[in-house]
Each structure stands twice: as C-alpha cells, then as structure tokens.
T-cell receptor
Framework: DVKVTQSSRYLVKRTGEKVFLECVQD?????MFWYRQDPGLGLRLIYF???????EKGDIPEGYSVSREKKERFSLILESASTNQTSMYLC???????????????FGQGTRLTVV | DAKTTQPPSMDCAEGRAANLPCNHS???????VYWYRQIHSQGPQYIIH???NNETNEMASLIITEDRKSSTLILPHATLRDTAVYYC?????????????FGQGTTLQVKP
C-alpha cells in the first residue's frame, strides 16, 4: 500500500516562528502536493512539485515556501508563522505512470497547525 | 485543468442510491474525470475515474454524458459510512506537470 506520512498530526506554534511541515512518501512518486483546508473553503493548493527540485506555486503560495531535495520528501515551510495560517495541512503524492488513465493522488492524514 | 461545479450539499436515505452530479463544461478531449471523497478528519481518497465510458468499481459507478460536459457519481446503496465530502476533479491523465485542483465539493449526508 502507498503510504504518505506527515510528521505531526497536531502542532502548536507561536506567531513569528519558522515552521517546517514534513511529508514523506514511499512509492517513488514524481508529484507531490501541499494543500490547506479551512471550513467553507475546501482544499486549496499551496505548492506543487512535479519532480525533485521542481516546484510550482499553487493558488495560495503567499507566506509559504517548499523544499524537495529528495524524491520521497516534500517540506512546507512557514517562514514566519501568523495566526491566519492556522489550518489543516494535507500532503499528497501521485505517480505519473498511468494505468488506464489512473493516476490518483494519495493523501496523508493531515497536520492540524495552530498558530498562537 | 478544467473547472468543475458541484452542489454544496445533498442528503440521502440509508440504503438508497446517492447520485452526485458534477458539471465540467470546459473539459477537453484528453481530460479525465476523477472522484475523491474525504471522510471527516481524514485525507481524501480516490473513488473512481473515467474518460468517456461509464465506469464501475467496488465502490461506485461513474456516468459521463456523451458530450462529457457533466458526470454523475452513483453510490448504489448508501450507508452511514458514506457520509463525506465528495470532490469531482478534471485533469490530464498523463500530464506530469498538471496541478491537482479541488473545488469545494459536495457534502453528502446519509441519514438513517
């Protein structure tokens, strides 16, 4: 089974702290994604990496950066955490090697980040 | 990737079929329709996908209209455990650079 693991399930950080959210996948997937999810707003894409060292901004990249030095790991960085970054963060990975068009994304369990 | 439109919420009686619609009028010829669902406090999970033919698997059926501008996800005998947010997404099947954009989805409430 594909496993996408996020380093923390719950995290509390102070305003102004630098925060690292880590995501690791074990299926040699090329694509990795970071989303945040807020009530009433659905899943919004923050950043996307289509391969190692490749990244692309999603819909809401402001206040975030990412790092993909190794294929299995995709890190989301909050340079200076703010209270409006309190949210559920979800990581996903996806293979581009399709079988009958099937290239679904696999998600981690999420990290609920609270910035106080 | 084409944009999708779904109703924000739907109710369904337990044991009955749940039919969840999705409009994707700007879909192009090489784009697949994917459905995911998210049960409370979990990450989204893949349900089914299709290009132009109707598809069925152990979880659901997917009906795509002939013009491919809309589709319907069918849960044939909904249970309380099917209560979730359902997302319809349209994307290139073989693209390795395509973003995966989720809309707000449909919240399905299955009632006893």
């Amino acid at each position: 089974d594909v496993k996408v693991t996020q380093s923390s399930r719950y995290l509390v950080k102070r305003t102004g702290e630098k925060v690292f959210l880590e995501c690791v996948q074990d299926m040699d997937h090329e694509n990795m994604f970071w989303y945040r999810q807020d009530p009433g707003l659905g899943l919004r894409l923050i950043y996307f990496s289509y391969d190692v060292k490749m990244k692309e901004k999603g819909d809401i990249p402001e206040g975030y950066s990412v790092s993909r030095e190794k294929k299995e790991r995709f890190s989301l960085i909050l340079e200076s955490a703010s209270t409006n970054q309190t949210s559920m963060y979800l990581c996903a990975s996806r293979s581009v090697r399709q079988r009958y068009g099937r290239t679904e994304a696999f998600f981690g369990q999420g990290t609920r980040l609270t910035v106080v | 990737d084409a944009k999708t439109t779904q109703p924000p919420s739907m109710d369904c009686a337990e044991g009955r079929a749940a039919n969840l619609p999705c409009n994707h009028s700007t879909i192009s010829g090489n784009e697949y329709v994917y459905w995911y669902r998210q049960i409370h406090s979990q990450g989204p999970q893949y349900i089914i996908h299709g290009l132009k033919n109707n598809e069925t698997n152990e979880m659901a059926s997917l009906i795509i209209t002939e013009d491919r501008k809309s589709s319907t996800l069918i849960l044939p005998h909904a249970t309380l455990r099917d209560t979730a947010v359902y997302y319809c997404i349209v994307r290139w099947g073989s693209s390795n650079t395509g973003k995966l954009i989720f809309g707000q989805g449909t919240t399905l409430q299955v009632k006893p």
